[in-house]
């Protein structure tokens, strides 16, 4: 199923016209979307990055981070952090294409996603120094109406209304509810 599914998602993601978004003084990133079967089912695999960490600590999220030097461009940086991360072998992952371009709001990135098939099952080597846990999520779960909340956060006094998917004991809200959000309705348009 889901390879039926990646052949129908690659060419629509390379014809359709994405965001692209270029905010001077924001830092380029860019995350792998990493999209597998599990029983012929599609899921997403995603991440609970590591307390500690300087940016986003303990938010769910795609493995991915900041375009170093060396990255040749970022679905470079995407691979590369997925491996770093998770330890995904870069050949192992069929690229798909990009998604829109998503902006931080708390922190001063602009990142942009790459949607890949993975193989499943797969030995994930977790850096734990980045990422606490690894999980899956199918497909059909994130997309019903009631897969997704909205609530008035508390950031700092403000009451901010903040978009989220509950699943289990995580919650997936920010850039990553976002980047969902997005490749669900892309997903929606195939016959």
């Known amino acids: 199923m889901t390879a039926h599914l990646a052949d129908a998602l690659a060419p629509l993601l ?7 978004l270029v905010r001077p003084g ?50 470079a940086t995407a691979l590369r952090e997925a ?10 992952v069929r690229l798909l294409g990009p998604l829109d371009d998503i902006e931080t709001m708390a922190t001063e990135f602009v990142i942009t996603p790459y ?21 899956t ?18 950031f700092e006094g403000q009451q901010v209304p ?3 998917y509950p699943v289990g004991e995580h919650v997936i809200w920010g850039a990553t509810h976002r980047i969902t959000r997005n490749l669900l309705a892309v997903l929606r348009t195939i016959a």
């Not at 089912?41 to 600590?57: C, D, K, S, V």
């Not at 491996?83 to 192992?92: K, S, V």
């Open 83 to 92: 491996q770093e991360e998770i330890g995904l072998d870069p050949a192992d």
């Open 162 to 164: 903040i978009e989220y």
């Open 14 to 20: 390379a014809a359709r016209e994405r965001a692209v």
């Open 137 to 154: 999520v199918p497909l059909r779960l994130l997309d019903t109406p009631e897969a997704e909340r909205r609530e008035l956060w508390d």
């Open 26 to 75: 924001k830092t380029p990133a860019a995350v792998l979307v990493p999209l597998l079967a599990i029983d012929g089912e599609p899921h997403l695999l995603f991440t609970r990055r590591a307390r500690g960490l300087r940016h986003h600590e303990g938010q769910v999220a795609f493995p991915g981070g900041c375009r170093h030097p060396g990255d040749v461009d970022l679905v």
């Open 115 to 135: 949607v890949g098939l993975v193989p499943h099952p797969y030995g994930w080597t977790l850096c734990r120094d980045e990422v606490d846990v690894v999980f």
